[in-house]
């Protein structure tokens, strides 16, 4: 069975947290990927910046619903996701726009798991790490490109 070190990308593009939107955005467009880690000098994950970070900043501010009973306004929206969601439309910095509870997966993960996390939980791009360094970046397409090999082995 394949794992993911057998076709994670190795030569990962990375950014550091203080870097400005706009470069993030220009790597992400000019590379045509989805995500890109975001490490410290010593190669230490500290989240992701993704398309779907960026594309946030587009979003109105959110103005919570409020349902009335008794008399009384009950908010929908708490005001710890709100103050979120406001801090990522005005973000200036990579650190304040990235994902920092990111999911990972190891070099020995069966491409299985990655498919499972890709479909089930929407993921697009997952960071290799190994003892808490990132190694590789996995995505869709190095999954979808297995498919093809396999289509073309069997011929």
Not at 101 to 117: C, N, R
């Amino acid at each position: 069975m394949l794992k993911v070190k057998d076709i994670m990308t190795k030569d990962v593009i990375t950014i550091s947290p203080e870097v400005n939107i706009a470069t993030a955005v220009e790597i992400l467009l000019s590379h045509h990927i989805n995500g890109i880690p975001v490490v410290d000098d010593n190669g230490k994950l500290l989240g992701i910046i993704c398309q779907s970070d960026l594309v946030i900043q587009q979003k109105k501010m959110p103005i919570p619903s409020l349902f009335a009973l008794l008399d009384g306004f009950i908010p929908f929206t708490s005001l710890k996701h709100l103050e979120k969601e406001v801090q990522k439309i005005a973000a200036t910095t990579v650190e304040q726009a990235m994902t920092k509870k990111t999911v990972t997966v190891g070099p020995d993960a069966g491409i299985d798991e990655v498919a499972e996390l890709m479909v089930v939980k929407g993921f697009h791009t997952l960071p290799v790490l190994d003892n808490e360094i990132l190694i590789g970046i996995i995505g869709k397409e190095d999954v979808l490109k297995t498919l093809f090999t396999v289509g073309t082995d069997s011929k």
